[in-house]
Nanobody, 118 residues
Framework: QVQLVESGGGLVQPGVSLRLSCAAS????????MPWFRQAPGNQRALVAA???????NYTDSVKGRFTSSRDAGKNTVYLQMNSLKPEDTAVYYC????????????WGQGTHVTVSS
């Protein structure tokens, strides 16, 4: 399995930005789907954003216009740029990689904590 390490979280005030990183242990070949999930206390893990091997992206409605997923194939890394953060964005953020059949190719990491609070 591909090992994934998330980083970049922190404690920030509302309105500021953070960039999360998801580093894969190896280059991912072929078609894939690389989503970001988040899990707030007491809630289930929810899909936030995703980027595909063709570069296309999609986002959940609550983050559209604020979050952007991108990738650096040379570094085997996917990023989640989060702007205009809100308290409701507070969660542990996770990434993973899936093949076109929807099977995970990576193991779940520890996630990175994002806390948005004044």
């Amino acid at each position: 399995q591909v090992q994934l390490v998330e980083s970049g979280g922190g404690l920030v005030q509302p309105g500021v930005s953070l960039r999360l990183s998801c580093a894969a242990s190896t280059r991912i070949l072929g078609d894939y789907f690389m989503p970001w999930f988040r899990q707030a206390p007491g809630n289930q893990r929810a899909l936030v954003a995703a980027i595909r091997s063709d570069g296309s992206t999609n986002y959940t409605d609550s983050v559209k216009g604020r979050f952007t997923s991108s990738r650096d194939a040379g570094k085997n890394t996917v990023y989640l740029q989060m702007n205009s953060l809100k308290p409701e964005d507070t969660a542990v953020y996770y990434c993973n990689v899936f093949n076109t059949m929807g099977s995970p190719l990576g193991s779940w990491g520890q996630g990175t904590h994002v806390t948005v609070s004044s």
